[in-house]
């Protein structure tokens, strides 16, 4: 049915005070005869620590993506979707006189293109791009931008070798000296996104412990009064919607449920399951709902912070990831950090999976993402800062031709690309951080 | 960190140059020469014409001298200008991939295949000079400027240029400026440090001796690509003009008198080409004057630091000591980041 009243984009569903649902995007809120709307260009970036082993992540061949290598291969279904890059560079993350520190350095810089400055105390870095995006189009949205994560968000101490934990532990920074530091508690994000803006208060969360209420039930009567606007397209849209968030609400109460069995006294907060890939499945769910509500457009993610030594018991890997990627060229230690690097792909390829089986206009809301997934250092056992692994999945609004791997010229600066994504976000600017033009090559024309 | 632990390093060496004759492949192997003393580090080498046959052959000859890629010891890419004629190929630039050694496997393996195992010289001038102590850099310009003027329209290059390097020599033949005179004025115009001009009398005063590719070459290092391109290049191999090595000697070794070198003032070039200088208090030019009663100590020079065997860098961890170091990493002893 075409009616000329469309309803708001930035509609919420909100009830007693306490919830703030807002909607993917529906039939409805397409003009009258506005077939041509186009969604909105999303972007978010993926950062895993330590590097790679790169044998496993470039292939052999340039052009058309045909065979992927064996930590991409998790990947496969969605390989033309995919545009692998080579030759990306942070010049910014190698030494330049600093001595050592290359994890510091590398995760610091990887989205200013700011040499940091080594210290402890006296930290400074610059407006990472993801910031600048965000301060242009974070008006148009519930959230100008989510920063996530799910390893230590403690920004003080040094983390490597002078450096300060802030530069290993964060993505984003909103000026020269404000990190922003990622969520990590699937119950913090949940009620910031779902919530009033804020985690509840205690009282307000106990209130709704005690009558084991869904966030949903605060919104029952809005959701009943929008259903009756809507046609049975969009109906099933929202039920589907509102059941994905039913489900992130469940997965966060079992995990709370299922670390108080565990640990009485673990001093995470409840909210973060002990399991690495329960952990994403959580996080990820809530970002493909925030980019499906239009809640934000860019997301930073950091699945373990930089220089991470975390042990991957569930790969049957007691050792640190870190000290596994001082490698030394033995190959029983390469294995281990191969199978971390795919398990770490394989956790990605469902949020893919995810955000390609949604539905958004003609395509799907993978079709209007630029997901970015890559590390700072390329070889950790060398500390290399160039080819750094970089992938881009989704097309960014019909804008990337997907499906190839292409290779810049060697030491090409990885701001390049981030000059090109900013131009996809609708934010052109002359130059970012160390870029010396945008990165050519990637679209459809 | 370009360099391991004490003391002062060795001055980083940039060389632009089209490699358009003998003299100037003969440079680089020079370069390499002085950074087997000590008395440099070559930082970069980059290359003025879009012409891949050479630029691979460069490239190998970076390899040959830098050994294989490691921990902490790359090999920095080929800087190449895209835009522009090739220019001519000599014969001798593939023969070295295909002389095989003592496994049956080539000696020397052409790593530069397409524009993509190349850099942009703008790129690779600002990356590796940002790595470079103050002062303590200098570029050698051995061919069309064309460029080092393009450096000078790049962001935030010049200041980099004035913090990082301490003078300029460029090989001022005259093929050398006619063949992008704009560029060559722009730069004598505009680089903002001390720049030496080794005049075409210089590179004439002194020929290398073709005779040390069966002496020196032979005795000391006989799988040398440069040598083996030197024969190739006329037969038999004659005693070619050095501008090229005059320019990298003096740049490496300022003071070892080799060459005399003119008061201050300032260069001009015209616009047939020609160079003029005007000597003037607190001018940024200078010129080398070619002293006849050096020229033995020039000869030995040319053929002890060209024909040197490569001494490969010094690593930052050497492969013992890497060990060791990655044991003292401190992320490795922060038993706290290990928690699940």
Redesign the interface.
């Known amino acids: 049915m075409i009616t000329c009243k469309a309803l708001p984009r930035r509609t919420f569903l909100r009830g007693m005070g306490t919830a703030a649902i807002g909607l993917p995007f529906l039939e409805a809120m397409a003009p009258a005869f506005a077939a041509t709307t186009k969604p909105p260009v999303r972007m978010a970036f993926f950062y895993v620590p330590n590097g790679m082993i790169m044998d496993g992540w470039n292939p052999s061949y340039?052009g058309k993506l045909q065979d992927l290598p064996r930590t991409l291969k998790s990947l496969a279904p969605y390989k033309d979707d995919i545009l692998q890059l080579?030759?990306l560079?942070h010049?910014t993350g190698?030494?330049?006189?600093?001595?050592?520190g290359d994890?510091g350095r590398c995760c610091g810089s990887y989205l200013t293109g700011i040499?940091v400055k080594k210290s402890l105390v006296d930290i400074k870095n610059g407006v990472s791009f993801d910031q600048i995006v965000a301060n242009e189009i974070g008006k148009q949205t519930r959230f100008p931008s989510l920063e996530l994560g799910m390893e230590?968000a403690r920004q003080a101490g040094?983390?490597?070798?002078g450096y300060a934990c802030a530069y290993t532990n964060n993505l984003a920074w909103r000026s020269e000296t404000q990190p922003l530091p990622p969520i990590l508690d699937p119950r913090a994000l949940f009620e910031r996104m779902f919530g009033k803006g804020l985690p509840m208060t205690p009282e307000e969360r106990a209130r709704q412990s005690k009558y084991r209420r869904s966030i949903l039930d605060f919104v029952t009567e809005d959701t009943h009064k929008l259903e009756a606007t809507l046609g049975p397209t969009d109906k099933r849209k929202l039920d589907e919607y509102l059941s994905s968030i039913r489900e992130v609400e469940r997965q966060i109460e079992r995990a709370e449920g299922d670390n108080k069995q565990i640990d009485p006294k673990m001093d995470k907060p409840y909210g973060i399951p002990?399991d690495f890939a329960e952990h994403f499945r959580m996080m990820s769910n809530m970002m493909a709902i925030a980019f499906q509500a239009d809640q934000t457009r860019i997301i930073t993610f950091l699945m373990t912070r930089e220089?991470?030594?975390?042990?991957y018991?569930e790969l049957g890997i007691p050792d640190?990831h870190?000290?596994l990627t001082?490698h030394?060229n033995q190959a029983d230690l390469i294995e281990k950090v191969r199978q971390i690097n795919e398990y770490h792909v394989q956790q990605f390829a469902s949020f893919v999976e995810k955000m390609k089986s949604t539905k958004e206009g003609d395509g799907t809301l993978l079709d209007n993402c630029m997901l970015v997934y890559g590390a700072g250092l390329s070889d950790p056992?060398?500390?290399?800062h160039?080819d750094l692994p970089t992938i881009i999945v989704g097309k960014g609004g019909n804008y990337f031709k997907t499906g190839r791997r292409v290779?810049?010229?060697?030491?090409?600066?990885m701001c390049n690309l981030f000059l090109t994504m900013m131009d996809r976000m609708g934010v052109p600017v002359d130059?970012f951080g160390?870029s010396?033009g945008k990165l050519e090559g990637l679209n459809l024309a | 960190?370009?360099f391991g632990r004490g003391g002062k390093p060795s001055a980083g060496a940039f060389f632009d140059t089209d490699f358009a004759t003998i003299d100037t492949y003969l440079a680089q192997a020079l370069l390499h020469g002085l950074q087997g003393k000590n008395d440099c580090r070559v930082a970069i080498v980059t290359m003025s014409r879009p012409n891949l046959a050479v630029a691979g052959f460069a490239d190998a000859v970076e390899r040959y001298y830098r050994g294989p890629a490691?921990?902490?010891a790359?090999v920095p890419?080929m800087g190449m200008r895209t835009e522009g004629a090739p220019g001519e190929t000599p014969v001798g630039v593939t023969a070295p991939f295909q002389k095989p050694g003592p496994d049956g496997k080539p000696l020397h393996v052409n790593k530069v295949r397409t524009?993509?195992?190349?850099?942009?010289p703008?790129?690779?001038f600002?990356?590796y000079l940002?790595?470079?102590?103050d002062q303590n850099a200098f570029f050698v310009l051995a061919g069309p400027a064309t460029n080092l003027a393009a450096a000078l329209a790049f962001?935030g290059m010049k200041e980099l240029i004035t913090a990082k390097i301490k003078y300029l020599v460029v090989d001022g033949s005259e093929r050398n400026i006619k063949a992008d005179v704009a560029a060559a004025k722009k730069v004598f115009a505009e680089w903002p440090t001390p720049v030496i001009l080794s005049g075409s009398e210089i590179g004439n005063s002194v020929l290398f001796p073709g005779a040390s590719l069966d002496k020196e070459f032979a005795a000391t290092t006989p799988d040398h690509p440069v040598a083996e391109l030197y024969r190739s290049w006329k037969t038999p191999a004659y005693d070619a003009p050095s501008g090229a090595m005059a320019a990298a000697l003096h740049a490496g070794r300022p003071k070892e008198g080799y060459f005399k070198v003119s008061e201050a003032g300032t260069i001009t070039v015209q616009d047939d080409g020609r160079t003029t200088f005007a000597a003037m208090a607190g001018g940024k030019h200078q010129h080398l004057i070619a002293d006849p009663a050096q020229k033995e100590k020039i000869l030995k020079a040319y053929v002890e630091l060209t024909s040197a065997k490569p001494v490969m860098p010094q690593r930052f961890r050497p492969p013992v000591a890497?060990?060791k170091a990655?044991d003292k990493?401190?992320?490795?002893d922060?038993p706290e980041?290990?928690?699940?």
């Open positions: 340039e080579g030759n560079t010049n190698r030494a330049l006189l600093d001595g050592a994890h040499q230590d040094d983390c490597d070798s002990a220089g991470s030594s975390r042990p018991r640190g870190h000290p001082h030394r056992n060398a500390h290399l160039e290779i810049a010229r060697r030491e090409t600066p130059n160390d010396t | 960190m370009q490691g921990n902490f790359q890419p524009v993509i195992d190349t850099g942009d703008n790129t690779l600002r990356n940002q790595a470079q102590n962001r890497a060990d990655a990493d401190p992320l490795l922060k980041a290990a928690k699940p």
